[in-house]
């Protein structure tokens, strides 16, 4: 179940609400190890002042099994030229795993640059932490054209 409301603050200053809420029935599991819900707040603010930069925040609450704490995440996407073909995006998130008991952290670098109209190479860095669980990285390049 999950509800929503959003708002234009100003024509560049966006901001969405959302409650949602999961339960899982695991009738295999007599030892019921799996979590039975999970509960989700969030508040999410997005900014768009022009077409060379975009910054969003969301905020939120979450309880899922035996966890419960603040959850964030933060992102931003920056054409340092206008209307250019580099995008530098990043984005960093701190969250509570659905149905797993663990509290994870990620940060991601992805940039795109968009060489013309048919080819394009992508970048995407990752570093994930996550308790319980060794660090893990992740490196994915992609080149892309389309003919």
Known sequence: MTGYSSADLTSDLHFRAEASYTRNQNEGDPANT???????Y???????????????VQVGWAASG??????????????PFPYG???LGARYEEN??????????????????????????????????ATGTPRT????????ATL
């Open 85 to 87: 073909s580099l995008n």
């Open 42 to 56: 969030t508040g999410d603010l997005y900014y768009h002042p022009g077409p060379q930069l975009s910054l969003g």
């Open 137 to 144: 990285t992740i490196l994915f390049a992609a080149f892309t």
């Open 66 to 79: 035996g966890l419960s704490g603040v959850i964030q995440n933060y992102r931003v996407d920056w054409r």
């Open 96 to 129: 509570i795993e659905p149905f797993t008991n663990r509290r994870s952290q990620r940060a991601t670098f992805d940039p795109r640059w968009r060489l013309n109209d048919h080819m394009t190479i992508d970048l995407t860095y990752t570093k994930q932490t």
């Open 34 to 40: 799996f979590p039975a819900s999970d509960e989700r």
